[in-house]
């Protein structure tokens, strides 16, 4: 965890600390080494949150991107199970910062407890994951949209794709450059995938929005335009 109660304060770990967990008040210890980033790690050796993951610096960039007030909040359902959300923001959209392998059915148990989340999926785990999406992407079909340009993957084309398709929730991968990739909806075997700048994205998030599905503009050529194109009358759009 990135944050602990010392003296009644909320704050990031440092030297030789004891603190409260503001979740479940059990007493965390500061851990400020050189391999994994900084934490608060419970003196139980057992997380209250039993969906907490280790974080590395990809999940704290993503984080700090977002008031602190934001980050680490935590959310019980009607029994009481408690879960800590990356970031919670003021309009109650949930931000998942997904690192580490984790099963469908994993995702489909957060996504359902969360309801209103985004996941945000690290790209960059495999080293082969980006090779095989841009490999993807040069065969994928581009189709006519509203608003951003969307591409059609067989869903066989991308290991990435094909775990995170199909989701009751927006997927974000991020590859670690300026553009994201946002995972739209399944039709049949291909998936729909559009890109987004990702400080518009960030924008968005923090008013609340997650990135909205694929809107797909059949193009109009109806009889009476191709006869009219063909006779060179209409003007060329
Ligand atoms: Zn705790």
């Given at each position: 965890m990135k944050f602990a109660n010392v003296e009644g304060v909320r704050v990031e770990p440092f030297s030789k600390a004891h603190g409260i967990c503001p979740h479940?008040?059990?007493?965390?210890?500061?851990?400020?080494g050189n391999?994994?980033?900084?934490?608060?790690?419970?003196?139980?050796?057992?997380?209250?949150d039993r969906w907490w993951e280790p974080e590395t610096e990809w999940h704290r960039q993503w984080k700090n991107q977002f008031p602190s007030e934001?980050?680490?909040?935590?959310?019980?359902?009607?029994?009481?199970?408690?879960?800590v959300a990356d970031v919670l923001t003021q309009h109650g959209l949930v931000l998942e910062f997904q690192h580490s392998a984790i099963k469908r059915e994993e995702v489909e148990i957060r996504t359902n407890f969360h309801k209103n989340i985004c996941?945000?999926?690290n790209g960059c785990r495999l080293a082969s994951s980006l090779d095989q999406f841009n490999d993807a992407l040069k065969w994928s079909?581009?189709?006519?949209?509203?608003?951003?340009?969307?591409?059609?993957f067989?869903?066989?084309?991308?290991?990435?794709?094909?775990?995170?398709?199909g989701l009751n929730a927006p997927i974000v991968i991020d590859f670690g450059y300026e553009t994201v990739w946002v995972i739209g909806q399944t039709v049949g075997n291909n998936v729909l995938v559009y890109?987004?700048?990702?400080?518009?994205?960030?924008?968005?998030?923090?008013?609340?929005?997650?990135?909205?599905?694929?809107?797909?503009?059949?193009?109009?050529?109806?009889?009476?335009?191709?006869?009219?194109?063909?006779?060179?009358i209409g003007r060329r759009m």
């Open positions: 479940c008040g059990g007493t965390v210890i500061s851990k400020c391999v994994r980033v900084w934490h608060w790690a419970h003196k139980s050796k057992q997380h209250c934001w980050q680490e909040q935590g959310r019980c359902d009607e029994s009481g199970e408690l879960h996941w945000i999926v079909t581009p189709l006519r949209s509203s608003g951003a340009d969307v591409f059609q067989p869903l066989s084309s991308s290991r990435l794709l094909n775990k995170w398709s890109p987004l700048k990702r400080d518009p994205f960030l924008e968005q998030l923090k008013l609340g929005n997650r990135p909205p599905p694929v809107q797909i503009t059949q193009p109009k050529r109806t009889r009476v335009q191709l006869i009219r194109r063909r006779r060179g």
